[in-house]
Structures are given as structure tokens and as C-alpha cells.
């Protein structure tokens, strides 16, 4: 079945460090890829997404690209912030053939950012 | 604005008790979800529905039991049956099925045991 391997947390970071919080997907179809955040006591929101393989999704200085020879989708950002405290969560959806859509996620990294 | 409205925040269930979870959305959306969250787990689908009237078992639909009776509404009621209930539970919902439409989630209900 499908799967996501992401980076065990937690992360601390010193602020304007740079970040990278490894991703890795198993999938027998042609999954889309998505990121998302999970600030303290909320629900998760969307931070990027790539649809198809080169694919590069962006957002508030966020990167990942879509790497299918490696099946990975790797969160990136430059220089960290302390609002980006938060936990991250790599996730893929796989349609096969239009019949579903689920989303299967890992297991999230808790990044600590200080200042 | 448009969302996902969960309620309540926090719900505590007695012993042998059945609670109900409520997720309300007005993004039109088809499709929606229950997750339940654990330290350390990421998330799990316990329920689906593509469209009104009809639903499906996610990976960890024992124990509890859904309604989509309105397409802005999906209900989700812990049983008795669910010995392990405290967690915190997520709502989302998608515009549909055909296309790679990212998913929307409430802010979730923490549920727990007295």
C-alpha cells in the first residue's frame, strides 16, 4: 500500500537557520504531494503542494519539488523564523484510476524554532 | 468566510458513553473526512464520504459511525465500542474526487475520558 516516511522530529533550529525536513513516498499510482502545517491546537493547513513529477510547490518562502527517480519530496526554507513553529506533515494522495481519493500521511516533525 | 467548523473544542466521555463530534462546512465541497490524531501517529482516516447519503470505512472505522444526511454536514459519534477514544479528531473536506483538490481541515475536538 501506499506510504510516507518523514524525518523524526523534533527539529530546533536557531532563527534565520536553514531548514530541510526530509520526505520519502511509496505509491503504486501517480500520487499528487502535499505539505501541511499543524500550528499548536489547530488543524492542519495547506502549505504546498506538487502535482506531477519536477513538479515545484511554494508558499511563505517554503519549497518542495516532486522527485520521482528518488520519491522524495523534501520541505525546505532558507531562513527559518520563529513563527514557523510548528509541526509539519508530508502527505500524498493517490487516485488510482479516479476510483478514491486518500490521503495517507507520515507521521509529522515537530520544528522548534528559537530566537 | 468560508470553512470547517468543528465543535465541540474539548468533549469528555463517561464510561459506556456515546458522544457525537460535529463538522459543519460551507466551502460546497462533496467530499469529506474524520482523522483521528495521536502523539506521535500522524494521522488516521477513520471515515469518508464522497457524497451525500453514502460513506465509507476508512483504516480505523471500529468503534465509531458516521451520517452524511446533508452535503454541509458529517457527524461522527464515538461508541462505546471504542476502547481507546481519547485522541484529538479532525474534520476535513475536498471538493471532490476526480481532481488533486487539497484537502480543508477544522481546528479538530480533543476528546477524553473521565
Known amino acids: 500500500g501506499d506510504s510516507v516516511t518523514q524525518m523524526e522530529g523534533p527539529v530546533t533550529l536557531s532563527e534565520e537557520a536553514f531548514l530541510t525536513i526530509n520526505c520519502t513516498y511509496t505509491a503504486t499510482g501517480y500520487p499528487s504531494l502535499f505539505w501541511y502545517v499543524q500550528y499548536p491546537g489547530e488543524g492542519l493547513q495547506l502549505l504546498l503542494k506538487?502535482?506531477?513529477?519536477?513538479d515545484k510547490g511554494s508558499n511563505k518562502g517554503f519549497e518542495a519539488t516532486y522527485r520521482k527517480e528518488t520519491t522524495s519530496f523534501h520541505l525546505e526554507k532558507g531562513s527559518v523564523q520563529v513563527s514557523d513553529s510548528a509541526v509539519y506533515f508530508c502527505a500524498l494522495s493517490d487516485l488510482r484510476g479516479g476510483s478514491n481519493y486518500k490521503l495517507t500521511f507520515g507521521k509529522g516533525t515537530l520544528l522548534t524554532v528559537n530566537p | 468566510d468560508g470553512g470547517i467548523t468543528q465543535s465541540p473544542k474539548y468533549l469528555f466521555r463517561k464510561e459506556g458513553q456515546n458522544v457525537t463530534l460535529s463538522c459543519e462546512q460551507n466551502l460546497n465541497h462533496d467530499a469529506m473526512y474524520w482523522y483521528r490524531q495521536d502523539p506521535g501517529q500522524g494521522l488516521r482516516l477513520i471515515y469518508y464520504s464522497q457524497i451525500v447519503n453514502d460513506f465509507q470505512k476508512g483504516d480505523i472505522a471500529e468503534g465509531y459511525s458516521v451520517s452524511r444526511e446533508k452535503k454541509e454536514s458529517f457527524p461522527l459519534t464515538v461508541t462505546s465500542a471504542q476502547k481507546n477514544p481519547t485522541a484529538f479528531y479532525l474534520c476535513?473536506?475536498?471538493?471532490?474526487?476526480?481532481?488533486?483538490?487539497?484537502?480543508?481541515f477544522g481546528d479538530g475536538t480533543r476528546l477524553s475520558i473521565l
Open positions: 506538487a502535482t506531477k513529477a519536477d
Open positions: 476535513a473536506s475536498s471538493r471532490g474526487q476526480i481532481t488533486n483538490q487539497p484537502q480543508h
